[in-house]
């Protein structure tokens, strides 16, 4: 299972940046390219959006098929795609096959859409990171003509 989420995970988030820089790539004034290694960077505000906006339309989906509120709704989506799963709120109730059917897709659909937005958010991180270490290169260079002296152990 962890697998499956990793690898749909890669492939979505390869597919999400794609399409997010093709959306953002024809206005000259963003940056959507990182210039140190040419791939497209997503905000993270981005991710948090696609997730809530997930879990509030789970909510609208649960509160029509189980009859529950809206809370309760989001508080199911937000422990189950969370992989916390209390228990205390269960469909299928009604032992409607529809209910669970589309429980189970909402889920296995959402925990794919997680693991996107955390491959989307190590990438950013990573590249940022990268930067950090290049900036910090480049300007050491910069500031300094020659490299910096290696301090020779005093022999016993």
């Given at each position: 299972m962890l697998l499956y989420l990793s690898a749909t995970g890669d492939v979505l988030a390869r597919?999400?940046?794609?399409?997010?820089?093709?959306?953002?790539?024809?206005?000259?004034?963003?940056?959507?390219?990182c210039p140190c290694t040419n791939?497209?960077?997503?905000?993270?505000?981005?991710?948090?959006?696609?997730?809530?906006?997930?879990?509030?339309?789970?909510?609208?989906?649960?509160?029509?098929?189980?009859?529950w509120s809206l809370l309760e709704g989001s508080y199911f989506c937000f422990?189950?795609?969370?992989?916390?799963?209390f228990g205390d709120l269960l469909p299928g109730q009604k032992a409607e096959e529809i209910s669970l059917c589309a429980c189970s897709a909402y889920i296995l659909t959402g925990m794919a859409l997680v693991a996107m937005c955390f491959t989307l958010v190590?990438?950013?991180?990573?590249?940022?990171?990268?930067?950090?270490?290049?900036?910090?290169?480049?300007?050491?260079?910069?500031?300094?003509?020659r490299p910096p002296r290696v301090l020779s152990k005093a022999s016993p």
């Open positions: 597919s999400f940046r794609r399409l997010y820089g093709k959306m953002c790539g024809s206005s000259p004034k963003k940056q959507v390219q791939t497209v960077r997503v905000p993270v505000t981005l991710c948090l959006v696609i997730v809530l906006a997930y879990i509030c339309s789970g909510a609208v989906l649960f509160h029509r098929l189980e009859n422990t189950s795609l969370g992989t916390i799963g190590q990438h950013v991180r990573r590249v940022h990171r990268s930067q950090t270490k290049k900036t910090k290169i480049r300007s050491w260079i910069l500031d300094n003509d």
